[in-house]
């Protein structure tokens, strides 16, 4: 959070202009610092995560089937639900728990009009690959980069792969506005059709051009949020060092394993993940995870259960777990362990005997 005296000063301005909402000056700056600061065209800022999903599919008139992964938050594959479009779900990848794009082509309907990819873990997907299928099959790529915030490759931002990318600012996040959100776009022409539609489609006073909806993001959250984007490389700093601790102790721990840094990548240590392997730990992930509970250590099993196991979804025939077993096993074996801004070596340590402490003896 922003120091609360630094936050004051924008709140007395709100309060003294009385712009609460619709495209006020801290809405505005915010775009235009966060724009910058990503290295992205353009941005359009939201209420949330989740809208930005919906709005993008909306934006791109996309119907039919779109493909997508079963390891993700469940707000992913509900935004193709929302818009009245089948989810597909397509394994994932066991060394980067991302959509596998081997799998992608088998997955292809003539109903299939999108793909929607997640940077899981802020892990990049590889974009090429899943570029190239797109542009053989005249497909659209939206990616739920909720999780990808800053994260670049070879110098460039993620954030500019496929047509649209849509961020999430939830309070959890490495960067936050409590709730927020955003998507990027490639161009002016996307972004104003975007702002058309977070805004109920007024394109004027008395003009709807879209069915659009209300996600715009009022100015009290983006006065908050133009305050955290100047603490947010701090907090990336902050979250490397802590991912730096639980690596060279877990390096040593037979049955866990962890995401090493990629080369070429700027990585924003978004979540700190770690697979159990039963077998070679002694304890299954579960087992652990409810141990660490005990000494009040609350990791999180981040993605589980899978999307394609809700009830909406488990009765669709790409949802079979046995055409997802990589997600079905990843599933089964990820613990999200701690890892925010303020954590302090001591509290690391905490969580790290936490885990050694159940390690099995041989
Ligand atoms: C991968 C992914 N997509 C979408 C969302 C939704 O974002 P929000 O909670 O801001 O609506 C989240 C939130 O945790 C997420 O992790």
């Given at each position: 959070m922003p120091k609360l005296e630094d936050y004051i000063p924008y709140l007395k301005k709100i309060w003294k202009s009385k712009w609460l909402t619709n495209n006020g000056q801290f809405h505005k700056q915010l775009e235009k610092e966060m724009a910058e600061y990503l290295g992205v065209p353009f941005i359009s800022l939201f209420t949330n995560g989740t809208l930005p999903l919906i709005?993008?599919?909306?934006?791109?008139?996309?119907?039919?089937?779109?493909?997508?992964?079963p390891y993700s938050f469940v707000a992913t594959t509900h935004s193709i639900w929302w818009n009245g479009i089948k989810p597909v779900f397509v394994d994932i990848d066991p060394v980067t728990c991302n959509m596998d794009p081997n799998k992608i082509e088998a997955a292809i309907t003539s109903k299939t009009t999108a793909i929607?990819?997640?940077h899981v873990y802020g892990q990049p997907c590889d974009t090429e690959?899943?570029?190239?299928?797109?542009?053989?099959?005249?497909?659209?790529?939206?990616?739920?980069?909720?999780?990808?915030?800053?994260?670049?490759?070879?110098?460039?931002?993620?954030?500019?792969?496929?047509?649209?990318?849509?961020?999430s600012f939830h309070a959890t996040k490495v960067y936050n506005t409590i709730e927020g959100g955003a998507l990027v776009m490639k161009d002016e022409k996307t972004k104003q059709r975007i702002d058309y539609i977070k805004n109920f489609g007024f394109a004027g006073e008395t003009t709807i051009v879209a069915?659009?909806?209300?996600?715009?993001?009022?100015?009290?959250?983006?006065?908050?949020?133009?305050?955290?984007?100047?603490?947010?490389?701090?907090?990336?700093?902050?979250?490397?060092?802590?991912?730096?601790?639980?690596?060279?102790?877990?390096?040593?721990?037979?049955?866990?394993?962890?995401?090493?840094?990629?080369?070429?990548?700027?990585h924003n240590y978004a979540y700190f993940p770690i697979f159990v392997n039963?077998?070679?730990?002694?304890?299954?992930?579960?087992?652990?995870?409810?141990?660490?509970k005990e000494k009040n250590i609350f990791g999180r099993r981040y993605f589980y259960p899978l999307i394609s196991t809700f009830s909406t979804y488990r009765s669709l025939p790409s949802a079979a777990p046995g055409n997802l077993p990589v997600a079905t096993k990843k599933s089964n074996e990820v613990i999200c362990l701690p890892m925010c801004m303020g954590l302090t070596e001591k509290d690391v340590k905490r969580v790290l005997d936490s885990i050694i402490?159940?390690?099995?003896?041989l």
């Open positions: 709005a993008a599919l909306q934006a791109e008139r996309i119907t039919g089937e779109v493909i997508t992964t929607m990819p997640v690959a899943i570029q190239s299928i797109a542009d053989k099959y005249g497909l659209k790529i939206i990616y739920d980069a909720a999780h990808a915030f800053g994260v670049k490759v070879n110098g460039e931002s993620i954030l500019k792969a496929g047509d649209m990318a849509t961020l069915p659009g909806i209300n996600a715009k993001m009022d100015e009290v959250r983006a006065a908050y949020g133009i305050l955290n984007l100047k603490q947010v490389d701090d907090a990336i700093a902050w979250r490397k060092k802590v991912a730096d601790q639980y690596r060279n102790t877990l390096r040593n721990v037979d049955g866990i394993t962890f995401f090493e840094d990629i080369e070429g990548v700027h039963a077998e070679k730990f002694g304890m299954t992930r579960d087992e652990l995870y409810f141990k660490m402490s159940n390690q099995k003896v």
